[in-house]
T-cell receptor, first 116, second 116 residues
Framework: GAVVSQHPSRVICKSGTSVKIECRSL??????MFWYRQFPKQSLMLMAT?????????EQGVEKDKFLINHASLTLSTLTVTSAHPEDSSFYIC????????????FGPGTRLTVL | AQKITQTQPGMFVQEKEAVTLDCTYD???????LFWYKQPSSGEMIFLIY??????QNATEGRYSLNFQKARKSANLVISASQLGDSAMYFC?????????????FGTGTSLTVIP
């Protein structure tokens, strides 16, 4: 099946710094990528949807200036958490979908962010 | 209203026994897909089984089966012959419409513990 990778798998940073998380589709071209956030013992919450070459669509309550999403190529989307704070500590998961009709979504393995 | 409802925060099952994890959904779209994912402690979302709204038969994948009751809007996951490795969080999800690029709505999850 299709493979989606995320890098890094874990990151620890100081409060106030910015962190970039990459999501890559390894064996298919992903026209659409989704970014989710999951707090401990909670469900996945959609943050934003990004289509290659266009601006991301953010869900209500998600600050687009804080969570910068770039989908510059058909195999890579990045999520940058700017000026991270401890409350941003969470598990971030991406999913990717190819462009052909019927193509399914595939999830990445997730990135655990801890902000000190 | 919640799109996906999982009413069992935690479940226990004896090894080799069967267990049913409940899921109800809410949608007015006649076309939708229902999914179950397993999330072990590593965080990766592992796809288990899929049921389309127009599928006449209940989906089965090895030890997993989906008890689809359309009139009741329920899509319970049945795991037969439980194994210790089945201990994990289980999420029910729905995607509305025919477009596989539409977003997923996740339930709050059920934590399954298999007892030796």
């Amino acid at each position: 099946g299709a493979v989606v990778s995320q890098h890094p798998s874990r990151v620890i940073c100081k409060s106030g710094t910015s962190v970039k998380i990459e999501c890559r589709s390894l064996d298919f071209q992903a026209t659409t990528m989704f970014w989710y956030r999951q707090f401990p013992k909670q469900s996945l919450m959609l943050m934003a949807t990004s289509n290659e070459g266009s601006k991301a669509t953010y869900e209500q309550g998600v600050e687009k200036d804080k969570f910068l999403i770039n989908h510059a190529s058909l195999t890579l989307s990045t999520l940058t958490v700017t000026s991270a704070h401890p409350e941003d500590s969470s598990f971030y998961i991406c999913s990717a979908r190819g462009g052909a009709p019927g193509n399914e979504q595939f999830f990445g393995p997730g990135t655990r962010l801890t902000v000190l | 209203a919640q799109k996906i409802t999982q009413t069992q925060p935690g479940m226990f099952v004896q090894e080799k026994e069967a267990v049913t994890l409940d899921c109800t959904y809410d949608t007015s779209d006649p076309s939708y897909g229902l999914f179950w994912y397993k999330q072990p402690s590593s965080g990766e979302m592992i796809f288990l089984i899929y049921q389309g709204s127009y599928d006449q038969q209940n989906a089965t994948e090895g030890r997993y089966s989906l008890n689809f009751q359309k009139a009741r809007k329920s899509a319970n996951l049945v795991i037969s012959a439980s194994q210790l490795g089945d201990s994990a969080m289980y999420f029910c999800a729905m995607r509305e419409g025919r477009n596989t690029g539409n977003q997923f709505y996740f339930g709050t999850g059920t934590s399954l513990t298999v007892i030796p």
